[in-house]
């Protein structure tokens, strides 16, 4: 069962370019997260996605982020015109979440995907 | 809001020897998980051990186990015969149980340091 994908590993855009980072959950799972890392910090929540729906995005800054999970395909977290403080790792998980057990509440997590901005 | 904090920054150990993570969190909820990951130089972050709020009973993951005390907001890990391959990043994590609101809350990490 291949785990969370996560492409590209590494991708460099310039200033006020667009950055796509793709995501694709493990098979069965339906429920995907996003969360960014800053060097130096922990993982910071940014939006949680069900298949085409958007369930909580209260950490996705207001501007310029955006998320989807469409019915096919990977979850594509977009950030237009960034900016060198975008210059992080971003990581995607995936659950099953059913049943109410507690292992339907675990997160896998992919490789992530290092965006460096110039 | 949640909060998460680790408040050891660094921690080294003499591999075999036992070494303790500490971790505490502040929330109104009584019902919720706790999660320690281990995130290597590869990045990857691989969980290492969960614990619901509403059991009593400390989790125990092979060499790895949790000391729980809810009343505290306490939630340290124990890694216990330390190897070389236990060196990493450790993040603790909380989420709640409240339906929609799944999004982990991680503290800043400990890095851990196992000398040989």
């Known amino acids: 069962n291949a785990g969370v994908m996560q492409n590209p590993r590494h991708l460099v855009r310039r200033r006020g370019q667009e950055a796509r980072l793709r995501c694709s959950p493990m098979?069965?799972?339906?429920?995907v997260y996003w969360y960014r890392q800053l060097p130096e910090e922990g993982l910071k929540f940014m939006v949680y996605?069900?298949?085409?729906?958007?369930?909580?995005e209260s950490g996705m800054p207001k501007e310029r982020f955006s998320a989807e999970f469409p019915k096919e395909g990977p979850s594509i977290l977009r950030i237009q015109q960034v900016v060198r403080g975008d210059s992080a790792a971003y990581f995607c998980?995936?659950?099953?979440?059913?049943?109410?057990?507690?292992?339907?509440?675990?997160?896998?997590f992919g490789p992530g995907t290092r965006l460096t901005v110039t | 809001a949640q909060t998460v904090t680790q408040s050891q920054p660094e921690m080294s150990v003499q591999e075999a020897e036992t070494v303790t993570l500490s971790c505490t969190y502040d929330?109104?909820?009584?019902?919720?998980?706790l999660f320690w990951y281990k995130q290597p130089p590869s990045r990857q972050m691989i969980l290492v051990i969960r614990?619901?709020?509403?059991?009593?009973q400390n989790a125990t993951e092979n060499r790895f186990s949790v000391n729980f005390q809810k009343a505290a907001k306490s939630f340290s890990l124990k890694i216990s015969d330390s190897q070389l391959g236990d060196a990493a990043m450790y993040f603790c994590?909380?989420?709640?149980?409240?339906?929609?609101?799944?999004?982990?809350?991680f503290g800043k990490g400990t890095h851990l340091i196992i000398q040989p």
């Open positions: 929330t109104s909820e009584s019902d919720y998980y």
């Open positions: 998980a995936s659950s099953p979440r059913g049943g109410g057990q507690a292992n339907s509440y675990e997160q896998y």
């Open positions: 996605l069900q298949k085409e729906n958007i369930i909580d």
């Open positions: 614990q619901e709020a509403y059991k009593q």
């Open positions: 994590a909380y989420r709640s149980a409240l339906g929609g609101a799944d999004g982990l809350t």
């Open positions: 098979k069965g799972h339906s429920h």
